[in-house]
């Protein structure tokens, strides 16, 4: 059932506006799963949805390692925008574990799994669709990915995907939306403080590392 709607659907977003896109996931299901890391690119769809369905719940990752600025910008953006943003944490007690061991040095794909994925897992099982503002152009693996695609017995929905660098500046600036501010410093993709450097795309992500995500859009 899932691979035959996602096929219908892709033909039918793939010649839509990002905003009929949106639109047309909330239309179609109830049930509609919405996170965001309010890193550089994220006020993009935060600022569709805040238009398109006003107040619905928006989950952000809390691992305990974000960045004060990240922080900072998600105040600002949820009072903005007037954002539903629901914080979700990982266990307290691996959480602490993490952190002891300083395991994001040790087996960062370890680190990611208890404070990123496993958050998400419970809410995950709730939904049918999951969308979230990942774009093609930020590395190898997103610019593969679909408008719809199916993991976990989830549809994952990317309004941006074939979005790139110029479309979300220009929206951003016509829009009047604040930027994140470790942008002007020349983080152009920002994650946990410990895995994160400045750099362009997601270069600066898990600096001299083969990986490249954390995980959650890779199931």
């Given at each position: 059932m899932?691979?035959?709607?996602?096929?219908?659907i892709n033909?039918?977003?793939?010649a839509?506006i990002?905003?009929?896109?949106?639109?047309?996931i909330?239309?179609?299901?109830?049930d509609?799963l919405v996170?965001s890391?309010f890193?550089?690119?994220?006020?993009?769809l935060l600022?569709?949805v805040?238009?398109?369905k006003?107040d619905w719940?928006?989950y952000?990752i809390?691992t305990?390692?974000?960045f004060?600025?990240?922080?900072?910008y998600?105040?600002r953006?949820?009072?903005?925008?007037?954002?539903?943003v629901?914080?979700l944490?990982p266990?307290?007690?691996s959480?602490?574990?993490?952190?002891?061991e300083q395991?994001?040095?040790k087996d960062?794909?370890?680190?990611c799994?208890i404070?990123?994925?496993?958050p998400?897992?419970q809410?995950k099982?709730?939904h049918?669709?999951?969308?979230s503002g990942?774009?093609?152009?930020?590395?190898?693996?997103r610019?593969?990915l679909?408008?719809?695609d199916?993991?976990d017995?989830?549809?994952?929905?990317?309004?941006?995907?074939?979005w790139?660098?110029?479309?979300?500046?220009?929206?951003?600036?016509s829009?009047?939306?604040?930027?994140?501010p470790?942008?002007?410093?020349?983080?152009?993709s920002?994650?946990c403080t410990?895995?994160?450097?400045?750099?362009v795309?997601r270069?600066?992500r898990w600096?001299?590392?083969v990986?490249?995500?954390c995980?959650?859009?890779?199931r």
């Amino acid at each position: 059932m899932y691979l035959v709607n996602k096929e219908k659907i892709n033909r039918s977003l793939s010649a839509k506006i990002v905003d009929a896109r949106v639109a047309q996931i909330f239309n179609s299901f109830e049930d509609v799963l919405v996170t965001s890391s309010f890193g550089t690119t994220s006020v993009v769809l935060l600022h569709l949805v805040s238009r398109i369905k006003p107040d619905w719940p928006i989950y952000f990752i809390d691992t305990g390692y974000h960045f004060e600025e990240t922080l900072s910008y998600k105040r600002r953006l949820t009072r903005l925008l007037d954002l539903n943003v629901i914080d979700l944490h990982p266990d307290s007690s691996s959480h602490e574990a993490t952190e002891k061991e300083q395991l994001w040095i040790k087996d960062s794909d370890k680190c990611c799994k208890i404070n990123k994925l496993a958050p998400i897992e419970q809410i995950k099982k709730k939904h049918k669709v999951w969308m979230s503002g990942l774009i093609g152009f930020q590395n190898r693996h997103r610019s593969t990915l679909k408008i719809i695609d199916e993991k976990d017995e989830i549809l994952k929905f990317y309004p941006l995907i074939d979005w790139n660098s110029s479309l979300v500046e220009e929206y951003i600036t016509s829009h009047s939306l604040p930027q994140h501010p470790l942008k002007e410093q020349g983080y152009h993709s920002v994650g946990c403080t410990h895995c994160t450097v400045p750099g362009v795309g997601r270069e600066g992500r898990w600096n001299n590392q083969v990986k490249t995500e954390c995980g959650l859009h890779q199931r």
